[in-house]
C-alpha cells in the first residue's frame, strides 16, 4: 500500500508536463514526503474545461459499511463505492517524483523509495477526487467543513516493486498521452491504464529515509 511519496519538481515543470491551464495554488513548496490527510498537488479538469492545479487532501471517504475511514488506494473500480467517480469529472492525476514502500526488516521496517530514474523524473500516479463535507485533519488540529479529497489506483506489482510490496504498486503514468487518456477519456480506455508500469521503467533510488529530497 502506498502511504508515502514525494514530489519535488516544481510547478512550472507540473504545468508544462500536464498542459495546465490555470494554477490555482499560489507558491507551491516541494513536497520531499506527503502523507495520507496531507494536502497535496493535483490536476484535474476544472468547471471550464480546462485543466487545473489545485491541492487537495490525500484520502477519499471510505464505504460506510466499513466506518467511512478515508482510503489512500483504490483498487476495487468494480466496486460500488468507486463506480459514480470513474467519470472523467472525478479523475484527477496526482504529480510525484518517487513513492515508497516498506520492507519487512527487524527490527524496523526499511523505507524503499521508487522512481523513474536516479534523476527523479516527473510522473503522476491516477487518481481520483471529489468534494466532501466533514472533519478532516489530524487530531491534534482537526479541520471541519467542505474539503477537497483524492486518492491513487492501485494494481498488481511489477517485478521490482513485488520483492518489498508483493500485493500493489500505484497505477503510474509517464507520459502527457497517458495523462490525456486519464484525465479526458471514456472510462473503459481510461481504466485500461490501470496496469503496473513496465519492471525496466523503474528503479530503487534511495533506502532508509521516510523522505526522498532530491530535486532540480
Not at 519487512?104 to 466532501?132: C, M, N, S, V, Y
Request: net charge positive; proline share 10%.
Amino acid at each position: 500500500m502506498c502511504n508515502l511519496y514525494s514530489l519535488t519538481k516544481g510547478q512550472s515543470a507540473i504545468r508544462d508536463l500536464f498542459a495546465v491551464r490555470h494554477d490555482r495554488t499560489g507558491n507551491l513548496p516541494l513536497f520531499p514526503s506527503i502523507f495520507p490527510d496531507q494536502v497535496a498537488p493535483i490536476v484535474r479538469r476544472g468547471a471550464d474545461g480546462e485543466r487545473e492545479l489545485v491541492t487537495a487532501r490525500w484520502g477519499m471517504p471510505g464505504p460506510p459499511q466499513f466506518g467511512g475511514q478515508p482510503v489512500t488506494n483504490i483498487r476495487n473500480v468494480t466496486s460500488p463505492h468507486w463506480r459514480g467517480w470513474l467519470g472523467a469529472r472525478n479523475r484527477c492525476v496526482v504529480p510525484a517524483t518517487s513513492f515508497c514502500e516498506y520492507a519487512d526488516t527487524k527490527p524496523r521496517k526499511t523505507p524503499i523509495w521508487f522512481a523513474l530514474g536516479e534523476d527523479r523524473p516527473l510522473f503522476a500516479f491516477a487518481g481520483l477526487w471529489t468534494r466532501w463535507r466533514g472533519v478532516r485533519g489530524p487530531k491534534s488540529a482537526p479541520v471541519e467543513g467542505e474539503h477537497e479529497l483524492y486518492g491513487i489506483l492501485t494494481t498488481a506489482a511489477n517485478a521490482v516493486v513485488a520483492p518489498i510490496h508483493p500485493k500493489a504498486m500505484p497505477v503510474i503514468l509517464t507520459t502527457a498521452a497517458e495523462a490525456d487518456l486519464w484525465l479526458e477519456g471514456q472510462t473503459p480506455a481510461a481504466l485500461a491504464l490501470q496496469r503496473p508500469l513496465p519492471d525496466e521503467a523503474l528503479a530503487i533510488v534511495a533506502k532508509g529515509e521516510k523522505e526522498d529530497g532530491v530535486a532540480a
